[in-house]
T-cell receptor
Framework: EAGVAQSPRYKIIEKRQSVAFWCNPI?????LYWYQQILGQGPKLLIQ????????DSQLPKDRFSAERLKGVDSTLKIQPAKLEDSAVYLC????????????FGQGTRLTVV | LAKTTQPISMDSYEGQEVNITCSHN???????ITWYQQFPSQGPRFIIQ?????VTNEVASLFIPADRKSSTLSLPRVSLSDTAVYYC????????????WGAGTKLIIKP
């Protein structure tokens, strides 16, 4: 079974630039999550989708972050404009159903903002 | 929101049994306790989940006392490859079942 795919693996941008991350969840998984993980900390949930609807985006900084999940499959997370404090690993995860405590994670995208 | 407390780090040796305890004093009645493992440069991986008493799978055991205010992840006969960060999570039934992640326990296994 293929896992959660994310791209790119690494990205370096200058502050105030924009960046987008892509995620393809495990086939058939209804729920998709985006997490932000700062070095030395646990993951922080940014947004979760149930199919193509948003279940929770209470911790998403909506002035600069946006996310969409078209057709209930792939998802993109965008940051515009980026700040230095956005430097982190962005993890995508999926689970078969919602709610669920068992999620499958991708390898993440490491973003460095300089 | 339900939160967890774990030791920041632990050391052990190959072949030993390792027990990592997590406290969750404000756990709600319908919350499950879930443990994840994370290696460097990888996403977290689900290890085990339980509600009460004891749960065992091919990787670990999870012990949960009757009051459910704590839980212990037990890793039998660890090897160097078990060096990772281990996260204890408690589902928050009041916030769309959002899992709250702490800083985890960094487990270092020595030869």
């Amino acid at each position: 079974e293929a896992g959660v795919a994310q791209s790119p693996r690494y990205k370096i941008i200058e502050k105030r630039q924009s960046v987008a991350f892509w995620c393809n969840p495990i086939s058939g998984h209804a729920t998709l999550y985006w997490y932000q993980q700062i070095l030395g900390q646990g993951p922080k949930l940014l947004i979760q989708f149930q199919n193509n609807g948003v279940v929770d985006d209470s911790q998403l900084p909506k002035d600069r972050f946006s996310a969409e999940r078209l057709k209930g499959v792939d998802s993109t997370l965008k940051i515009q404009p980026a700040k230095l404090e956005d430097s982190a690993v962005y993890l995508c995860a999926s689970s078969l159903v919602w709610p669920s405590t068992e999620a499958f994670f991708g390898q993440g995208t490491r973003l460095t903002v300089v | 929101l339900a939160k967890t407390t774990q030791p920041i780090s632990m050391d052990s040796y190959e072949g030993q049994e390792v027990n990592i305890t997590c406290s969750h004093n404000n756990i709600a009645t319908n919350d499950y306790i879930t443990w994840y493992q994370q290696f460097p440069s990888q996403g977290p991986r689900f290890i085990i989940q339980g509600y009460k008493t004891k749960v065992t799978n091919e990787v670990a055991s999870l012990f949960i006392p009757a009051d459910r205010k704590s839980s212990t992840l037990s890793l039998p006969r660890v090897s160097l490859s078990d060096t990772a960060v281990y996260y204890c999570l408690v589902g928050d039934g009041d916030s769309n079942y959002q899992l709250i992640w702490g800083a985890g326990t960094k487990l270092i296994i020595k030869p």
